[in-house]
């Protein structure tokens, strides 16, 4: 008889021969989905934290006119002392908004308010600190100053035609700012994607519900919940199914036809209520992933009736980790915005990390600063992809690329701070 067991890959395997990389992951998550090709315009405060979906050239110059940046007195360069001093005679005063409308002859000054537009004859401001009234009224001015110094440049801080916004920028208050000095009132930005999202498992009970022998309350939902509610999308949650396949089945055509995202979690491993996969498979175009990445291996990927789906392990750590890194560079590749990872920094590690080369894993963490204002981070308790604690005691990631082998006490490790916080 023969008396060895035949086992199957795992995710309690470092590595996997069956396995894709994170990178490769991503580059067909970047390849399989074209942007949503529809915009709307909108007044400028409501394009905030939309994606711009033009691009924007000045159709003026910022500061239209050349104007004061201090409190002082204008006066033409050609009559400022070369040594000792010069007494200037005062005869006016610009405010901003309010400009002084003669010429300035040689050795006459105007009194000038920051943001007043300079007067014909001058090019120069003095600072009023380094200025002197005399008992005369006469303004007293010494040497050591230059010519155009406290003037802002017509066009200084923008041309007429120059590129202010590029198509794809997530609005910031910047921008607001930029394109509300142009004068400019509303923008064209990306439609918001439509992302529902659900969970599967006969084990799972809404809150409000009592919890029978066996039952858990579903938390996915709500970390969805709160994941994409950061994100310009619309959000649908179409609440807990159960591992039936005829309900999955149903559910999904129906995600599909409202969401372009469908969003499920559960189901997806190699259980026997594990179902997504099969359904799928019946419904849509799939491909399923099993991802070298530690915690959240399996991820079905794929399209149902044109519309994007996305499986996600069940574990809550898992569909936070496999959210952060797969789910949002594909919302961000939906929704037209510019692709731009997520900021890693270097800290040093408080403690011993351990880690097998072959798999990318991303551990929970405590960052802070030490006395010299340098980042160090320590982990977060317990590390199981069933502790959701970890994650909400932890304010970051530790990044830990497939080749590492083990992180010392301080070696130096790549940091993600939680954007959520
Ligand atoms: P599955 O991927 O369906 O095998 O689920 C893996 C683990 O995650 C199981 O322990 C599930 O009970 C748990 N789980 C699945 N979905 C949820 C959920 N919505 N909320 C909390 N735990 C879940
Ligand atoms: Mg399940």
Known sequence: MNSTVTISPSCADASDPDSISVAQALDRIEATITALDEYEALPLKECLGRISSESV?????????????????????????????????????????????????????????????????CDTVVMQEQAERLENGRIRIGTGHRTEENTRRAGEDIEQGALVLE???????????????LGIGSLKVWRKPIVAFLSTGDELVSIGNPLKKGQIYDSNRYILYGML???????????????????????LM??????????????VSVGEADYIKTVLRDIGE?????????????????TIEGSLFMGLPGNPVA???????????????FSGAMASGPPLLKAVSLDKLKKKPGRYEIQRGIASRDANNNW?????GQQGSGILTSMSRANCFIVLAENIDGVAVGDLVDVQLFDWN
Not at 167 to 181: D, F, K
Not at 319 to 333: E, G, L, N
């Open 376 to 380: 160090q981070v320590s982990k977060c």
């Open 57 to 121: 050239d000045s159709p003026i110059d910022v500061p239209g006119h050349t104007n004061s940046a201090m409190d002082g007195f204008a006066v033409s360069s050609v009559s400022l002392p070369t040594q000792d001093i010069n007494d200037f005679e005062e005869i006016g005063v610009a405010y901003a908004g309010i400009p002084f409308d003669r010429v300035c002859g040689d050795n006459q000054c105007v009194r000038i308010m920051t943001g007043a537009l300079i007067p014909e004859g």
């Open 286 to 302: 799939i491909e399923f992933w099993k991802i070298a990445i530690k915690p959240g291996r399996p991820l079905t990927f794929g």
């Open 229 to 251: 509610a950061h994100l310009p999308v619309e959000i649908l949650d179409l609440g807990v199914v159960k591992d039936h396949p005829e309900q999955i089945r149903q559910t």
């Open 319 to 333: 569909v936070m980790v496999i959210f952060d890194q797969f789910v949002i560079p594909a919302i961000t590749k």
């Open 254 to 267: 129906e995600a599909a036809a409202k969401a372009d995202l469908v969003i499920s979690t559960g189901g």
């Open 167 to 181: 198509r794809g920028s997530t609005i910031n208050p910047a921008h607001l700012g930029v394109l509300a000095s």
